[in-house]
């Protein structure tokens, strides 16, 4: 019995302390092998609209596991075996990155070693803390591989899947007005007015955003899988919503009020109030599939009258 206890017992201090030691100092080293590409990411999200989410996720990231700490001082121990697995991806990715030992595309090699610098600190979590630990904070750790700068390709697959579902959106709402409108592509040409669903107009920042507010979301107020999955794939049509109501808006002002409006304040900088409304339906939709997870109260049962 004794052993038993003994061998239950959680980590000591000394022995958790250790783990911190080591941990930061596999981490520090990452991150100065490392140096040039986590600049050149943060340059990237700095400075290209399609790339600005990543400024977000590490501190969002460490923030879930600042909230959910004291986990890993639970069954904390070392797994050096899975983590030696991880390690060997992780260096192996970042060497093939670095040294481009393929022919990746710049933006591609750049993935890659984001890939093995976040899959590296995974290997570092698993090796000093263990599965069960990793396993408690699967979210947080994951959500770390949102550092990676999707490739350009991707991305334009993405901007062209919502440039043309917003622009049958406009113009079914223009439908439903009862205007007349011809569609031609892009273009909707209206009796006095012609506009384009450009590039820009497919809000894919916007929208990876509320991507990422939905993540996370889901996690903290969701506790069934099913929950989660129909909640994010919420988002696309949201996302679809969100900019087909901006563009009929504007035009619908430029139309009857003021044809500055395509080219005002309200265009360049009043993303944030349709972002707004898009989370106002994220937010609608969470409540329902919250009370949808609810168990239902059990009828009481009659008591047979004496």
Known sequence: MQTAEINSAPPRPLALERRDVILSVLIAASLVIFRQQIADVFHLAWHVDEYT???LILPVSLALIYLQRGKLRQNA???????????????????????????????????????????????CIV??????VFRSLLFPFLFLFLLIPP??????????FLQTASTDATFALFNLTGLPVIRNGYLLTLPNLSIEVARECSGIRSSIMLLI???????????????????????VPLSVAKNAI????????????????????????GGIVFFLIALGGLLLSLWILQRAERPRMKAPKSIPAV
Request: net charge positive; proline share 4%; charged share 10%.
């Open 53 to 55: 989410h990543i400024l």
């Open 77 to 123: 121990t070392y797994a050096p075996v899975p983590a030696s697995v991880l390690g060997v991806f992780s260096i192996a990715s970042g060497v093939a990155a670095k040294m481009h030992l393929y022919p990746f595309s710049e933006g591609a090699s750049l993935a890659l070693a984001i890939l093995a610098l976040v899959t590296f600190w995974m290997a």
């Open 127 to 132: 090796g000093c803390y263990g599965w069960a």
């Open 151 to 160: 490739p350009g390709s991707l991305l334009d697959k993405a901007v062209s």
């Open 213 to 235: 507010t939905g993540l996370i979301l889901a996690h903290l107020f969701l506790r069934s899988l099913w929950s989660k999955v129909v909640f994010v794939l919420v988002i």
């Open 246 to 269: 901006r563009i009929f808006t504007l035009t619908m002002l430029a139309m009857y009020v003021d044809p500055g409006f395509l080219y005002g304040r309200l265009h360049h900088q």
